[in-house]
């Protein structure tokens, strides 16, 4: 399936599956080690998502599990700030919150071990109404927080499929999750298969599957309707049912480069629920993409000014 019938009569354009943390980041643009001043903020890429969704005037909902406990809070409430929905999300009393550690221009340090959202599985997605739902975002980060977080990835495949629910699906590798690397290869590339829409990194891919080129990739996945192939700050290449399109990447000074590619896949699949082509899918990607490069932030930060109330 690549296109739900009647996709605008669902209430939610994007619900988000997966883990956020409460995200640590120095105030400006300076190495961890020597940074005095910082802030508290809440980061994962399921929800980095659907808070840029939620910026460009679409409805997103984000879909999870938080511990019970201050940053957990503080989580959802941030959240909710960006005008993402967060009804149904688990509050764990018996697991903590996830923590990561943002050091501009080198990385980042997470403290995930055991967290609410590793617990997850497949009988938490009961609440969610899946009537309601245009597309569901999943991403293999949560494929890799445990057996039973695997498992909700399938389960709400499965879901999605029985409800006429588009499937997207962010490759998200991420090495120091995955212990083995061949299960790794074989996990991603089992639940992307099974996408309406994928995004990959060229450079991840060939550290997954050892495809070194776009088209290498195509034949790797060959029956995703939208695969959607990004080279960095190249370009990017989307694989559709027809046509391959191809559109170079825009030029920005980078000051963090850590959720850049959630906001190219919120840009892309706004585009996509508005109905644009592949080149205007791509070029809001692009788009998306830049302005999250140019900020330490990982997503657009909302305008607290009344005037900006209501705004699309």
Known sequence: MSEPANPRSRAIDVLSIGETMALVVPARAEPLESADDFRLEAGGAESNLACHLAAAGLSARWFSALGD?????????????????????????????GVYIKDPGHGVHYYRAGSAASRLSPAALDV?????????????????????????????????????????????????LWPDAEAAARTIADAAARADAVFVGRDEAERLWGTSTAADIRSHLPHVPHLVVKDADVEATE??????????????????????????AAGWLGELIRGGDAR?????????????????????????????????
Request: a negative charge; glycine letters at 8%; charged letters at 25%.
């Open 69 to 97: 406990d201050p940053l957990g809070h503080r989580i959802r409430r941030r959240i909710e700030s960006h005008g993402v929905s967060t009804d149904g999300v688990v509050i764990d009393d018996g697991a903590p919150t």
């Open 128 to 176: 969610v109404d899946w009537s309601t739902v245009d597309t569901v975002h999943l991403t293999g980060i949560t494929l890799a927080l445990s057996p039973s977080c695997r498992d909700l990835v399938h389960g709400a495949i499965d879901a999605a499929r029985s409800h006429d629910v588009r499937v997207s699906f962010d490759v998200n590798h991420r090495p120091a």
């Open 239 to 264: 694989f559709g049912p027809v046509d391959v399109v191809t559109v170079p990447a825009h030029r920005v000074e980078v000051v963090e480069a850590v959720g850049a590619g959630d906001a190219f």
């Open 280 to 312: 205007r899918r791509l070029e809001n990607g692009h788009a998306t993409a830049a302005r999250a490069l140019a900020a330490t932030s990982d997503v657009p930060q909302p305008d607290p000014s009344p005037s900006s109330r209501g705004r699309a």
